[in-house]
């Protein structure tokens, strides 16, 4: 059973940071591409930012040079550093894989992160 579980998220200032991790089980983490995706009140969830096995990354045009992501294997951890966090920020953040076999996603909780003054 896969399970995607992510912590870190909270409130803060702008202009501060925040780090996300997402710990992964029931996969064959070290070969499967992760993503984080988020959701804002009353809009559509999002992609992020990507990272494949080998560590190739992609992010959305809003979080470039702010938000980086990365993984480590050994932990079965993917992380999200947010820097430079901007009130347009906040929204559900959700840890996301996606099955190499079955092309099946899988979710974790999401956690919450608010930006505001």
């Known amino acids: 059973q896969v399970q995607l579980v992510e912590s870190g998220g909270g409130l803060m200032q702008p202009g501060g940071s925040l780090r996300l991790a997402c710990a992964a089980s029931?996969?064959?983490?070290?070969?499967?591409?992760m993503a984080w995706y988020r959701q804002a009140p009353g809009k559509q969830r999002e992609l992020v930012a990507t990272?494949?096995?080998?560590?190739?990354?992609n992010y959305a045009d809003s979080v470039k040079g702010r938000f980086t992501i990365s993984r480590d294997n050994a932990k079965n951890t993917v992380y999200l550093q947010m820097n430079s966090l901007k009130p347009e920020d906040t929204a559900v953040y959700y840890c996301?894989?996606?099955?190499?076999?079955?092309?099946?996603?899988?979710w974790g909780q999401g956690t919450q992160v608010t930006v505001s003054s």
């Open positions: 990272i494949t096995s080998g560590g190739i990354t």
């Open positions: 029931g996969i064959i983490f070290r070969i499967n591409p």
């Open positions: 996301n894989a996606r099955s190499i076999y079955t092309s099946k996603d899988y």
